[in-house]
């Protein structure tokens, strides 16, 4: 079948291949088609080095296809399910899933040492457990989450963990109050769901933060008040709130740097909500004394700090009331083949979210 490969970590370009095939089936997995995976800044991130990954390996972690077959025990799936893929699937019985934090279950972590596939060269990895720039892949059962009919793949595959990650960031974990200001930094397609849920929570004004005028742009499509470049974000901090600092600031990009300034952006006792993926060498430096005289809440946000399964329930009855736009963020779509080209878009910041249709 034919996958996209990465054959080393910081390499700019995947190699489309059709010589992959898709291993690991037998109890307890299912085999799912891919029909559509959206392209997120973490391949990006996954492939130039910042976030550990094994290579040779397949990017893509935001899948939805039809499965094809299921191996002894799965009860819960057939062959023709529609399904969103989830990288970060909740084993159920770990200390973390007994505490009700199952995004911070590690099992979905621990399969992924695993390799997905094999070419005639030797093994090769998926992205986080999973790899979905490919025609098929297999899963743990756990991963794979039945989506209703209704639900077009290209906006299950966003559901799969942008729309989530950003949306909770502001429902689960920050539980943004009515009223509030709001500031994100970093408006790609996790930014904008941050924009999305702190509207949805009621903020009064929600001030989106990119260097990229068409990401601001679309920012203001999807419920900022005021979208603004990073060097005027001093100034509507200003206006704003007299000077004292955001209720609420979102850091959606990952590097130290922006963090910094989202603690700095955030008033004395208001809440940073750290979302972005960074790399582990980068450190954000705090003194001690700010730490307690500012009694800022630092509040890290992993896939949306919330029960996984419960916000993609959450999610589709947002879009399907029509409370939350996500056709609207898909603003590129291409086939397999081109998905270089995806990738220059997604790092020069033209595209707002990118749907790889797998045919």
Not at 216 to 225: D, I, Q, V
Not at 260 to 284: E, F
Request: charged share 20%.
């Amino acid at each position: 079948m034919r996958a996209a490969v990465l054959h080393e970590t910081g390499q700019e370009k995947l190699e489309v291949l059709d010589d992959v095939e898709a291993v690991g089936f037998g109890p307890g997995k299912v085999r799912i088609r891919v029909r559509a995976t959206g392209l997120c800044h973490s391949d990006v991130s996954a492939m130039s080095g910042v976030l550990p990954q094994p290579a040779p390996f397949v990017p893509g972690h935001e899948g939805a296809g039809e499965v094809l077959d299921v191996g002894d025990g799965v009860t819960a799936l057939k062959p023709g399910d529609r399904v969103v893929m989830c990288w970060l699937p909740a084993c159920g019985a770990c200390a973390s899933c007994r505490r009700g934090q199952t995004q911070l279950c590690l099992a979905g972590f621990l399969n992924a040492g695993t390799p997905n596939f094999r070419r005639p060269g030797g093994d090769v990895f998926g992205f986080a457990g999973t790899g979905t720039f490919t025609e098929e892949v297999v899963v743990d059962a756990g991963c794979a989450v039945p989506v209703p009919d209704d639900v077009p793949f290209d906006i299950a595959a966003l559901i799969g963990c942008g729309v989530t990650t950003g949306l909770g960031a502001a429902i689960n974990t920050a539980r943004v109050e009515a009223g509030s200001s709001v500031a994100v930094i970093g408006c790609g397609g996790v930014g904008i769901s941050a924009v999305q849920g702190a509207r949805l929570q009621g903020a009064a004004q929600i001030v989106a933060v990119d260097p990229v005028p068409s990401r601001r742009e679309a920012a203001l499509r999807f419920g900022a008040t005021e979208a603004v470049a990073p060097d005027a974000l001093a100034d509507a901090k200003q206006r704003i709130t007299a000077g004292e600092g955001f209720d609420y600031v979102f850091e959606v990009v990952g590097r130290s740097a922006t963090a910094r300034t989202a603690y700095d952006t955030t008033r004395r006792g208001g809440t940073l909500c750290v979302v972005g993926a960074g790399a582990m060498d980068d450190q954000l430096r705090l003194n001690m004394f700010e730490l307690f005289f500012d009694e800022k809440r630092i509040l890290p946000s992993l896939y949306g700090g919330g029960d996984v399964l419960r916000s993609y329930e959450r999610a589709i009855a947002l879009w399907r009331a029509g409370r939350i736009d996500l056709a609207g963020m898909i603003t590129h779509r291409v086939r397999l083949a081109e998905i270089n080209d995806a990738l220059e878009q997604m790092r020069t910041g033209e595209a707002l979210r990118t749907c790889v249709e797998i045919r």
